[in-house]
């Protein structure tokens, strides 16, 4: 026997009063009138204390009631570690953990799957709660625990197929924290899913509460035909002073039968062309479309394919949009043309296109500096005076600065901007024509610089010799993989010569960056402008000087975008189902969770559309291939012991208390013996009398 609140058995002090009423009390006098007596005053009667109890029964009566009125507060029951229960009458705790990633549209897979979700809520007893948990690559409780099925059943209704990929365990992990959370005696998980083999990771650290049952639902047909847009190239060029972009989408035919589809080509929601194709079964096939020129402004445009039971990765979509290009600024000493190789270079480049100034000898302009993306020193005086201070602070706003030492950047000229910019004075030139020229010893692959050479048959600089350079400053520099304090953390060398001096730089300055390379950019001081690697090495460096990044035309599911423009304006940035959200100044990250088109515009009266975002569904969510719910089952459930768990249930104290309500019992004992009492004292009271 045990007690739920053993603290109310203070109350049995109480047992003194009954004591006290049996050994104290008042005599009653026999009133005799007596006329010689009646003006004299009234004198109380004494109170005459008993020696000992006279009526023990009425005396027990009232104790046993009293101890029993405090048992019954107490709440007493009879403690067990196992109830011998019918499961079915027991209080669950259930979690419903539904499936909404975009596999789940595919024929009438959603409508089966709300269907058992609708099921699992009306099943619910009046004693159980239900949660419901939504997931696809996250997870997201809709409802707290509740036994309101109107409520569960609200959110089910509001809930719609989604554009992500299928992860089990956040979900997993979810209705974990939920269970462990619950007090009630049975926990049950409803798992309703197509069952992915691609979203199961092995769910590490997605383990259920022990003792609960995970009852799994699986929602998929044995037809697994479908054909995928997996991806589209775009293949740009230029033809009459106009660029044009040829399309090619990337088939996949997941099914086990040859599959023929029409390849439809769409810009600004007008058809432009179809193409025909057969994709062999658990093949890819590559359909080009027609060429389309791009206007000045970016246009939607979307490749589809027949439709099929699935309907998501069938329409692939992506911008048109015209490549705007670097603008380079091209600075070199009079006289000669140092710049002719890199001004060739340059002008090759058709992603992006380079339009190249040069300008010989002399500072840039306030003006010039406005026109130009990255300006490139090539040889040039350091900078100094109040030019040099422009630049300073040009670079300073994110502009982009490119610096070729040689004859020209001696060291004593450095001083004041020109440091700023290189954090050091370079050192003489070095002349290595005795020995053959120096080499490359050092060049970090990692960077986006070098990374284009880190792969097969990329480019070699084993064939480039400087026969004189000039080491650029890097005492507070630190090279790739050192830790990054403050003192280091705003230049990295890039390129060391095979004697140790650093022949690349790269320095942050404000949000702007310069590379400081240690040798020319022509043919005075080293072959390398002969080399074939000369040409993608230059494109690389002033790209990277520029902070380009390519435009996407197109992004995945899930992904986030800044949509900040200048001037930290507020934007208003459309849905592809039409939703607004509005991005206020400083806060423009924004998640791209919608398949189709996201349209960004300046919140201000008039704002006119800045740009597209297309979002395409995660093309690993088209492997439809199986998992086996008991595999998932096996990893997330705790094995059973053996025990008869369909007739026996460990309950809380709380449970156990609440079914056998054996207060209610001691209160009914409690009436019946203050009924008696009440009846035995009129009885003594009357025969006292």
Not at 458 to 463: S, T
């Amino acid at each position: 026997m045990s007690l739920l609140a053993p603290a109310f058995l203070i109350g049995l002090a109480a047992l003194a009063v009954p004591l006290l009423v049996h050994l104290i009390r008042r005599e009653r006098p026999d009133a005799i009138e007596f006329p010689s007596l009646m003006f004299m005053s009234r004198i109380p009667q004494p109170t005459v204390k008993r020696r000992r109890i006279r009526n023990w029964l009425l005396f027990a009566l009232r104790c046993l009631a009293l101890i029993l009125l405090v048992g019954a507060f107490a709440r007493p029951f009879v403690d067990r570690d196992e109830e011998p229960l019918a499961l079915a009458d027991v209080a669950r705790e259930v979690v419903i953990l539904l499936d909404r990633s975009y596999s789940m549209g595919q024929g009438d897979h959603w409508e089966r799957a709300t269907r058992a979700a609708r099921e699992a809520i009306d099943a619910l007893g009046a004693s159980d709660r239900a949660s419901l948990i939504v997931f696809d690559a996250g997870a997201q409780a809709l409802t707290q625990p509740t036994a309101d099925h109107a409520r569960l059943l609200r959110a089910l209704d509001s809930v719609t197929v989604g554009s992500a990929v299928t992860r089990y365990t956040p979900a997993l992990k979810l209705a974990q924290s939920i269970l462990a959370a619950s007090e009630l005696p049975r926990r049950e998980a409803v798992l309703i899913s197509d069952f992915q083999r691609a979203g199961w990771d092995g769910g590490a650290g997605a383990r259920l509460p022990e003792g609960t049952e995970l009852r799994t639902v699986h929602i998929a047909d044995d037809d697994m035909a479908n054909v995928v847009i997996a991806n589209v190239v775009l293949a740009r060029e230029r033809v009459a002073g106009r660029e044009r972009v040829t399309p090619t989408a990337h088939l996949v035919n997941r099914g086990g039968a040859d599959a023929r589809v029409a390849v439809t080509l769409e810009v600004g929601g007008r058809e432009v062309n179809t193409v025909q194709a057969q994709v062999p079964a658990g093949g890819t096939a590559a359909v080009v479309q027609q060429a389309v020129t791009i206007g000045d402004e970016s246009a939607r445009a979307t490749i589809r394919i027949t439709p099929d039971a699935l309907a998501a990765d069938n329409a692939f979509h992506f911008v048109l949009a015209p490549d705007p290009g670097l603008r380079v600024l091209v600075v070199q000493p009079p006289g000669r043309d140092a710049s002719l190789y890199v001004r060739r270079a340059l002008e090759l480049s058709e992603q992006p296109p380079f339009a190249v100034t040069v300008k010989r000898d002399g500072l840039p302009t306030a003006n010039e500096l406005e026109r130009a993306d990255i300006v490139l020193l090539n040889d040039v005086l350091p900078p100094a005076g109040q030019a040099g201070q422009r630049l300073v602070d040009w670079v300073r706003a994110g502009g982009g600065l490119l610096l070729a030492l040689g004859d020209r950047t001696a060291g004593s000229t450095w001083s004041g901007p020109a440091r700023e910019l290189t954090g050091g004075v370079p050192p003489g030139a070095i002349d290595r024509v005795e020995d053959g020229g120096a080499r490359l010893g050092y060049l970090d692959y990692s960077h986006p610089v070098f990374e284009l050479f880190n792969a097969p048959r990329a480019g070699a600089f084993g064939a480039v010799r400087f026969y004189r350079y000039r080491p650029v400053p890097s005492s507070d520099a630190r090279s790739p993989g050192a830790p990054a304090d403050t003192a280091r953390a705003a230049a990295m060398v890039l390129a060391r010569f095979d004697d140790g001096f650093a022949a690349l730089v790269e320095r942050s300055l404000g949000s702007g960056r310069t590379l400081i390379w240690g040798s020319t950019l022509d043919g005075e001081w080293t072959n390398l402008a002969l080399e074939p690697v000369f040409l993608p090495l230059v494109h690389q460096m002033v790209k990277r000087a520029a902070g380009f990044l390519p435009p996407r035309p197109f992004s995945v599911a899930g992904q986030i975008v800044d949509v900040a423009i200048a001037d930290s304006a507020a934007v208003i940035v459309t849905s592809p189902a039409g939703g607004r959200v509005d991005a206020p100044a400083g806060n423009t990250l924004l998640t791209l969770d919608e398949q189709g088109f996201y349209e960004v515009r300046e919140a201000r009266a008039g704002g006119g559309t800045l740009r597209l975002h297309a979002v395409n569904v995660d093309v690993a969510e088209s492997d439809l291939t199986p998992l086996d719910p008991a595999e998932l089952a096996s990893a997330v459930t705790p094995p059973a012991d053996g025990r008869a768990a369909a007739t026996t249930i460990s309950l809380p104290r709380e449970e156990q208390e609440k079914r056998q309500a054996l207060w209610w019992y001691l209160l009914m004992v409690v009436l019946a013996l203050l009924t008696a009492e009440t009846v035995l004292a009129n009885r003594r009271s009357a025969r006292t009398a």
